[in-house]
């Protein structure tokens, strides 16, 4: 409640709020008017991992406000009391921890980062043929269960760069207007959009956005391109680090020439920041609309590295491209990686036939974009020889649901080569 009222200056709808423990096999939080229903397993997970079990909770609290206070329609605006909620469960969650903080606060591996995993992955993992956008029918839906994970966590993402475009003042104004003239009133999409504009005014945020169309737009409509983008279609949004070039200038000053690409169809303000040898940091906000777009930044010292939006304002469909370095990250077996890693992961393999014997090995698994590589070379104790196998697979090669890949192996006795492909058709080309 505290945060609420500094951070975004909502005020409790309700004069008591109570808690109640619910005897359940589920983890799902609910509200009922004042009433906060936590199922029993959420007490027993926070003995270990208390910082999910605070995720779970935070996710739907705002529903005291949103949801319940200010209703809305169950079947095309589930975003207003799932999405809204999740948002301000997400940022709650950063005050609390930090930005980039995991669900453990001791150890990198094994460790998944709230935003990374819990909001991104799962608004970005639903498959093509089940992605539908954010405000369609929830009862028409053929799959319920994905659709509320682009209710929930698409839509916090959508709602986190909403609050970047605008700024954290215009926004957190545009979630009071709505807030107070809305409660005990039915509201949607439209009614939000209708706050947000009235309180958005380009000229005060720090710093500015690009002069032009549609940033600098005020008043009714001037957020219709965002709103239309992300709450009616599917677009996706995706920009890489294309190139960079220096040159000296005569004063003894650099000039760096970056170029970035814009790769999928939505759009939005972007960052780019130059890092030089001296550790400092220069930043420019592009447009991020034409396909590919150049900005020049001088500095005083050597540049070294590029990056593109350097805080992670933007929900995308891949980070690893945005940067003119690359992020490795090597584990034993299994861990989740951040957006912007490489994961590589070192794969033990033990076997025993009549031919090879014992066999041991130490593999490789490696996933970037499309393309799966996993690599196992090894040792038969028996025969005494060099075993191997090696996948090599590409998805969506050329038309969506298109697999193939390439096999080879020698093991048991026998070493074989094969090219394989198969074909799932999108249910939902639209």
């Given at each position: ?7 975004y ?7 008591s ?17 004042n ?10 997970r926070?003995?270990?991992?208390d910082r ?24 095309k605006?589930?975003?207003l ?18 930005p ?10 094994l ?19 089940l ?20 209710l ?28 107070k ?22 000229r ?32 996706t ?6 190139t ?9 000053t ?17 960052v780019?920041?130059l ?83 014992n066999?041991?090995g130490?593999g ?10 996993y690599?196992?070379?090894?040792y ?8 191997y196998?090696?996948?090599f ?38």
């Amino acid at each position: 409640m505290e945060f609420m009222r500094t951070s975004y200056g909502l005020e409790s709808p309700w004069e008591s709020i109570r808690i109640v423990a619910v005897e359940a096999d589920y983890e799902q939080v609910d509200i009922l008017n004042n009433l906060v229903l936590v199922p029993l397993p959420n007490y027993k997970r926070s003995e270990f991992l208390d910082r999910q079990a605070f995720g779970f909770l935070t996710r739907r609290l705002a529903q005291l406000w949103f949801g319940e206070s200010v209703w809305n329609d169950h079947d095309k605006q589930l975003w207003l009391n799932m999405g809204l909620p999740a948002f301000f469960g997400l940022r709650f969650f950063q005050e609390k921890f930090g930005p980039d903080a995991g669900i453990f606060d001791t150890i990198d591996w094994l460790n998944p980062r709230y935003r990374d995993h819990f909001f991104e992955d799962m608004a970005n993992s639903v498959a093509a043929e089940l992605n539908y956008p954010i405000l369609s029918s929830f009862r028409e839906n053929p799959d319920s269960q994905k659709f509320l994970q682009t209710l929930t966590y698409k839509t916090a993402m959508v709602l986190s760069m909403l609050e970047y475009l605008m700024g954290k003042n215009g926004f957190r104004k545009g979630l009071q207007h709505f807030a107070k003239k809305y409660q005990g009133k039915l509201a949607g999409q439209k009614e939000f959009q209708y706050s947000m504009e009235k309180l958005h005014d380009p000229r005060l945020r720090t710093p500015p956005l690009p002069p032009v169309i549609p940033y600098i737009a005020v008043g009714s409509g001037s957020l219709d391109w965002f709103f239309a983008q992300w709450f009616k279609t599917k677009e996706t949004l995706d920009y890489g680090f294309e190139t960079s070039s220096t040159r000296t200038l005569p004063d003894g000053t650099y000039e760096t020439e970056i170029v970035i690409n814009k790769k999928d169809a939505a759009q939005m303000p972007v960052v780019v920041a130059l890092k030089t040898k001296d550790g400092r940091e220069i930043r420019r906000i592009l447009p991020g609309i034409k396909q590919q777009e150049t900005v020049l930044i001088k500095s005083q010292s050597f540049p070294d590295k590029v990056s593109i939006d350097p805080d992670e304002e933007l929900l995308e469909t891949s980070r690893i491209n945005n940067h003119s370095f690359i992020y490795y990250r090597v584990r034993l077996g299994s861990d989740w990686k951040k957006q912007r890693e490489h994961l590589v992961l070192l794969v033990p393999g033990f076997g025993n036939n009549a031919l090879d014997g014992n066999s041991f090995g130490l593999g490789v698994k490696y996933k970037f974009d499309d393309y799966r590589l996993y690599a196992i070379p090894g040792y038969g104790t028996k025969n005494r020889r060099g075993l191997y196998i090696f996948n090599f697979d590409r998805e969506n090669l050329g038309i969506n649901g298109l697999e193939a890949g390439f096999s080879a192996r020698e093991y048991g006795g026998v070493r074989s080569e094969a090219i394989r492909a198969t074909f799932k058709p999108p249910h939902n080309p639209g």
